[in-house]
């Protein structure tokens, strides 16, 4: 059974950083993809950033430069860091995983079979 466990989210003052961690576990092959999303209050779910097995990043243009993805293998944990935060990356944020060797940085939500539980982020002014 894959489980996709977040933590890392709270409350931080805009300007400020927060880290998402997702640990993976379950999943038959350490050749998987990972992503993240994000939903505001009354928004649709939206793509924040990904990584391929392979490395290979993407990022929403709304958060590049600012939040970065990184992967520890070992550990099957996929970060998201994010700095310079604002009050519009206020949000609950999702992580998902999917068994794809494509070699691009998927960035829609049904290029993802298996979704972590949220976390809340909130960023005030």
């Known amino acids: 059974q894959v489980q996709l466990v977040v933590s890392g989210g709270g409350l931080v003052q805009a300007g400020g950083s927060l880290r998402l961690s997702c640990a993976a576990s379950g999943l038959s092959s350490s050749r998987y993809r990972m992503g993240w999303f994000r939903q505001a209050p009354g928004k649709e779910r939206e793509f924040v950033a990904a990584m391929s097995w392979m490395g290979i990043t993407g990022y929403a243009t709304s958060v590049k430069g600012r939040f970065t993805i990184t992967r520890d293998v070992a550990r099957n944990t996929v970060y998201l860091q994010m700095n310079s935060l604002k009050v519009e990356d206020t949000a609950v944020y999702y992580c998902?995983?999917?068994?794809?060797?494509?070699?691009?940085?998927?960035?829609?939500?049904?290029?993802?079979?298996?979704w972590g539980q949220g976390a809340q982020v909130t960023v005030s002014s």
């Open positions: 998902a995983a999917d068994l794809s060797q494509a070699a691009f940085a998927a960035s829609k939500e049904n290029d993802y079979a298996y």
